[in-house]
């Protein structure tokens, strides 16, 4: 039993994503860097944590009770079933170029399954809504993935880690990749990467080392729209490896990248 209707959910997280989107949209020019985390080029900015707290603020005036887990404020407890899992700007180092693919991504778990997730990407005009069970949608409109390819015809997403010796294993794996597929996209944005296999404009999307932000909403709607999304050898996708792509193209991109150790960081 859940405790709220993942619609009511939805409605709060898209009113909360569209406010920090254009929150962060007005304060791109002349953005910099405020911080470095795990590595020199793990950047933070100024807007990162303001959105964050902008978003914590409106999602717990609304529901007091719930839980939150953001990339840049971490966990909060509470004492509803339901946790929103937050990244405030996803893609940072986009966002800080002044490049358009980065993305302000908010889930709802209710029960610890998250059954509602919306991705904004203000600077393309796009919002990504979907809700467990009622399908994908984009500003609106149902979305799907692209019918699967072979691999050797599939436009591939993947994304890079930041430290230097996860890149480099991900190097040897790409190299190996890239003869294989119709052609490779580093988007810089996970949660973009994820509604671009939902709504064609990659066949599939790999990469390891992301964190529950960068997934929890795109991951329903990339599902949602039709695509399958796990790990290695039957296991969710996540941290080790996360792998989305349509029927049996899944298949065939995870038979490629298992023996290549792309769950490994090297
Ligand atoms: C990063 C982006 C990037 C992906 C990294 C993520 P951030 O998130 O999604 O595309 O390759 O793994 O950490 O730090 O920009 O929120
Ligand atoms: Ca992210
Ligand atoms: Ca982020
Ligand atoms: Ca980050």
Partial sequence: MTTADPADLLALAADTAREAGAVAADGQAGIGVLDTKSSPTDVVTAMDRAVEELIRKRLLAAR??????????????????????????????????????????IAAEADGEVVAGVVAV??????????????????????????????????????????????????????????????????GAAAVDLCGVARGRCNAYYERGLNPWDWAAASLIAQEAGARVGGLN???????????????????????????GADTDG
């Fill in 122 to 187: 203000p600077a393309r005009g796009d919002v990504y809504t979907a809700v467990l069970g009622g399908g994908a949608f984009c500003n609106g409109e149902p979305i799907a993935a692209a019918p699967a390819v072979p691999l050797d015809l599939a436009l591939v997403a993947t994304g890079f880690g930041y430290s230097s010796e996860r890149r480099a294993h991900q190097a040897e794996v790409l190299r190996q990749v890239l003869p294989r597929v119709r052609d490779i996209r580093r988007g």
């Fill in 64 to 105: 007091p009770g719930d839980a939150v887990l953001g990339e840049e404020g971490g966990a909060a407890a509470g004492e509803s079933a339901v946790r929103w899992i937050v990244d405030p700007i996803d893609g940072t180092v986009n966002y800080l170029y002044g490049r358009e693919d980065w993305a302000v991504s």
């Fill in 234 to 260: 039957g296991a969710p996708a996540g941290p080790d490896l996360f792998i989305a792509a349509p029927g049996d193209l899944f298949g065939e991109l995870h038979d490629l990248l298992e023996p290549l």
